[in-house]
């Protein structure tokens, strides 16, 4: 069965920094597209990030605009956890950010929302 479960939300002052996981069981990274996802009250849910295996070599990393530079993606195999580290974080960061996991392919999953296992969220609130 699969799980992702999300930590490390929290408060932050503007410019400030928080490092997310996402600890996964019941899948390998090498077999699975993953994304962190976040939503804002009153706003759709956006993809921020997506990484899935290249063939076992690496990893395909893909960031959204408003997050490039600032955020990063990261997969750590051995403990089977998922990072995201947040930097020069903005009040338009806050949000519940969600892990999601999905057996797809790379085409079918990146740029998308509809992926097949979620977490339960954790909230980052920046303050100005």
């Known amino acids: 069965q699969v799980q992702v479960v999300e930590s490390g939300g929290g408060l932050v002052q503007a410019g400030g920094s928080l490092r997310l996981s996402c600890t996964a069981s019941g899948l390998t990274f090498d077999d699975y597209t993953m994304g962190w996802f976040r939503q804002a009250p009153g706003k759709e849910r956006e993809g921020v990030a997506y990484i899935r295996s290249a063939d076992g070599t690496g990893f395909i990393v893909w960031h959204a605009d408003s997050v490039r530079g600032r955020f990063t993606v990261s997969p750590d195999k051995a403990k089977n956890t998922l990072y995201l580290q947040m930097n020069s974080l903005k009040p338009e960061d806050t949000a519940m950010y969600y892990c999601?996991?999905?057996?797809?392919?790379?085409?079918?999953?990146?740029?998308?929302?509809?992926?097949?296992?979620w977490g339960q969220g954790t909230q980052v609130t920046v303050s100005s």
């Open positions: 999601a996991a999905d057996s797809r392919s790379w085409s079918s999953c990146s740029w998308k929302t509809d992926f097949t296992y």
